[in-house]
């Protein structure tokens, strides 16, 4: 049994014993929009020292996917001269992988939220002022279907959580099998309190969140307007089409926390 499926089978106490002894490295495997700069800036004050797998936006050289590559092939000669403990960013599968290979005995966590909602908070961020490229994205991507339109915003979760074979042929239960083989934890944004108290306790000390960061308050109407729409079966149906894969991911997981959210908080407040 995989320290993942003994966390949903409620073997909370084999679960955190998988941590011990501590990895070389902690990969929090960053998928878009699910509290994770949040998650990450907290983590790193606990398990430091800290490297951030962060690219340029503005640098528009190479592909974005490349400029990780890049990214993470300097932090695996940084790591070589001087440890870091935990690393987090926007990586897909390849650099996940490469990361692994290259520091034997890194353990991986992520979070995930409703494809839905992370696409609609995914669409609201990039036209933001606190997205780098906005005013581009503003130009190319005039509206919300515009953006469910874009090949690259499908199944954004699977992307950076399986193979790309397996994203390729949109196979959920191969998706699901990869995921409980490789990660350690992985928590819903939906019940993030309760899913950081978890990772923490995994890591540390439980406790509870403080910081919130990269929230959008600014778009908070059109957010509000386009969470009606998501209400009209024709647009449900769309998003589900293009995000299948994603889709099943998290109502497997979502599904499994379900199934353990009384004996988590029940153990997580033996622990004090």
Not at 54 to 65: E, G, K, T, V
Not at 79 to 104: C, D, E, I, Y
Not at 119 to 130: A, E, G, W
């Amino acid at each position: 049994m995989t320290p993942l499926q003994a966390f949903f089978t409620g073997d909370f106490s084999t679960w955190r014993a998988s941590a011990h002894p501590a990895p070389p490295l902690w990969l929090f495997v960053h998928v878009p929009k699910t509290a994770g700069s949040s998650l990450a800036a907290e983590i790193a004050t606990d398990v430091a020292p800290y490297r951030s797998l962060h690219i340029d936006h503005l640098d528009r050289s190479r592909p974005a996917l490349a400029r990780y590559d890049t990214v993470v092939e300097q932090a695996l000669e940084a790591f070589a001269k001087t440890p870091f403990r935990f690393a987090s960013g926007h990586v897909q599968q390849r650099q996940v992988a490469r990361l692994m290979q290259g520091v034997p005995g890194t353990r991986l966590f992520t979070m995930l939220r409703d494809p839905a909602a992370r696409l609609v908070s995914d669409y609201l961020y990039q036209r933001s002022p606190m997205h780098p490229l906005a005013e581009e994205v503003r130009r190319r991507i005039p509206d919300f279907d515009a953006f469910l339109d874009l090949p690259g915003q499908r199944n954004r979760a699977a992307r950076h959580l399986v193979p790309r074979p397996i994203l390729d042929a949109g196979d959920a239960a191969a998706a699901i099998a990869h995921i409980e083989a490789h990660y350690a934890f992985l928590g819903l944004q939906e019940s993030y309190a309760l899913a950081f108290r978890a990772l923490t306790a995994l890591l540390a000390a439980p406790r509870a969140p403080a910081a919130r960061l990269r929230v959008n308050a600014a778009a908070a109407a059109e957010r509000a307007e386009i969470a009606a729409r998501l209400a009209d079966p024709v647009l449900a149906a769309r998003i589900a089409e293009a995000n299948g894969l994603d889709l099943a991911i998290y109502r497997y997981f979502g599904a499994r926390w379900d199934s353990v959210t009384r004996r988590l908080e029940a153990w997580l407040a033996d622990l004090g």
